[in-house]
């Protein structure tokens, strides 16, 4: 079955250092789709990116950079110059396919994420 | 996200008490999800359905139902709450072909 492993339950930081949320997962589809999301203290879950399997080109998006690399079935985010509002939980999640077309997602175990003024 | 809605959006309840959820969409999104939401355990799929009358079970589906009878509504019903379900509850959509997902605001449920 899918499964995706996010290692690091809690990371603290200090304001304007980098920091690196790892994810790891397993699938036995040949075609999927990598997602984080953020989860802020108001409790809504933000939408950051989405990865086809077949695009292994790193994304940068302002501070905000993606490492995928499907040789080791990980997809990392690292956040340069880390900033207090970047405080959140972080979940990365998998696409499962289903015989009706469904695509469930699969999450990990999130990241609690504390930058530190 | 303005296109869901989750009702409703905080509730305590009794053990043994039978307790509705309900999700509303205006995307008009064939898919629909129910996930619950616990430390140390991310979200984790409880029923979802691929079109009206059309559900199936997810990983943790023990002790939910739900029902699909329209397109835009999607209920999860506890028929007898235990404290083991108290939990955060969120709704997902998504539309055919289409890999983004919209999720409500969430239903914080206690049970007591």
């Known amino acids: 079955a899918q499964k995706v492993t996010q290692a690091q339950t809690e990371i603290s930081v200090v304001e304007k250092e980098d920091v690196t949320l790892d994810c790891v997962y397993e699938?036995?589809?040949?075609?999927?789709?990598l997602f984080w999301y953020k989860q802020p203290p108001s409790g809504e879950l933000v939408f950051l990116i989405r990865?086809?399997?077949?695009?292994?080109q790193n994304e940068i998006s302002g501070r905000y950079s993606w490492n995928f690399q499907k040789s080791t079935s990980s997809f990392n985010f690292t956040i340069t110059a880390s900033q207090v509002v970047d405080s959140a939980v972080y979940f990365c999640?998998?696409?499962?396919?289903?015989?009706?077309?469904?695509?469930?997602?699969?999450f990990g175990q999130g990241t609690r994420l504390t930058i530190n003024p | 996200d303005a296109g869901i809605t989750q009702s409703p959006r905080h509730k305590v309840t009794e053990t043994g008490t039978p307790v509705t959820l309900r999700c509303h969409q205006t995307?008009?999104?064939?898919?629909m999800y129910w996930y619950r939401q616990d430390p140390g355990h991310g979200l984790r799929l409880i029923h979802y359905?691929?079109?009206?009358?059309?559900?199936d079970k997810g990983e943790v589906s023990d002790g939910y139902s739900v029902s699909r009878s329209k397109t835009e509504d999607f209920l999860l019903t506890l028929e007898s709450a235990t404290s083991s379900q108290t939990s955060v509850y969120f709704c997902?959509?998504?539309?055919?072909?289409?890999?983004?997902?919209?999720f409500g605001s969430g239903t914080r449920l206690t049970v007591v």
């Open positions: 699938t036995r589809d040949t075609t999927y789709y």
């Open positions: 997902a959509t998504r539309e055919t072909g289409l890999y983004g997902y919209t």
């Open positions: 999640a998998l696409s499962e396919a289903t015989i009706q077309g469904a695509q469930k997602l699969v």
């Open positions: 995307e008009n999104h064939r898919y």
């Open positions: 990865r086809n399997s077949f695009d292994e």
């Open positions: 359905s691929y079109g009206v009358k059309d559900t």
